[in-house]
């Protein structure tokens, strides 16, 4: 069974970094598209980064073009994302999540499994 357990939210002031993992277990993330999506209060799911592992592609949305980075180290079977110059807009709950059939890397529909999200809180 597919198990996706994300960490490193927190509170974190305007301009602060914060990393957090995704580790795996049930499933080989180097073999599948890993992606992070967020969803604020009101709001739907978004996606943030997605990485395929395979081919070594990586996808961000507008907002997180060169302010986050994800990455991933196989030998922990662990996702990161990096996130630098935070703004208030990217306070949300974020979800780890796994795409196995290669979808379309920014729809959650597209996804299999799920963490249970991590809270990321940035203050003015």
């Known amino acids: 069974q597919v198990q996706l357990v994300e960490s490193g939210g927190g509170l974190v002031q305007a301009g602060g970094s914060l990393r957090l993992s995704c580790a795996a277990s049930g499933c080989t993330l180097s073999t599948i598209r890993t992606g992070w999506f967020r969803q604020a209060p009101g709001k739907g799911r978004e996606f943030v980064a997605a990485?395929?592992?395979?081919?070594?592609?990586?996808y961000y949305r507008d907002s997180a073009k060169g302010r986050f980075t994800i990455s991933s180290d196989n030998a922990k079977n662990t996702v990161y994302l990096q996130m630098n110059s935070l703004k208030p807009e990217d306070t949300a709950v974020y979800y780890c999540?796994?795409?196995?059939?290669?979808?379309?890397?920014?729809?959650?529909?597209?996804?299999?499994?799920w963490g249970q999200g991590t809270q990321v809180t940035v203050s003015s």
């Open positions: 999540a796994v795409d196995v059939n290669y979808g379309t890397y920014y729809s959650p529909y597209d996804y299999d499994y």
């Open positions: 990485v395929t592992r395979s081919s070594g592609d990586t």
